[in-house]
Nanobody, 124 residues
Framework: QVVFVESGGGLVQPGGSLKLSCTAS????????LSWYRQAPGKEREMVAS????????NYADSAKGRFTISRENAKRTLYLQMNSLKPMDTAVYFC????????WGRGTQVTVWGQGTQVAVPE
């Protein structure tokens, strides 16, 4: 049974940092590329960062470049996402999964970037 378990989310002020972790089981961990995805309220799920099976190649969404770092420890079957300089736009539920044909989604971990002065759009 394939299982992804994400952790490390929380409430952080703009400019702050968080490190997400993901443990996985039920497949050969070091044989597949993995990615972090996120889904904000009312938006489609999007890929944030990906890493090759050996960890030597990474890719980032434009919104994450220069601020997020994806890494993995195959011996621990764990994927990480270091997030720095967080912005309110980063608020979302973050998931880990296969880079190709993602499936068996976990519950994700909530990241909320909020602080004094954060602007909120209120529907009319």
């Amino acid at each position: 049974q394939v299982v992804f378990v994400e952790s490390g989310g929380g409430l952080v002020q703009p400019g702050g940092s968080l490190k997400l972790s993901c443990t996985a089981s039920g497949f050969t961990f070091d044989a597949v590329g993995l990615s972090w995805y996120r889904q904000a309220p009312g938006k489609e799920r999007e890929m944030v960062a990906s890493i090759s099976n050996g960890g030597f190649s990474t890719n980032y969404a434009d919104s994450a470049k220069g601020r997020f770092t994806i890494s993995r420890e195959n011996a621990k079957r764990t994927l990480y996402l270091q997030m720095n300089s967080l912005k309110p736009m980063d608020t979302a539920v973050y998931f880990c999964n296969w880079s190709n044909n993602p499936d068996f989604w976990g519950r994700g971990t909530q990241v909320t970037v909020w602080g004094q002065g954060t602007q909120v759009a209120v529907p009319e």
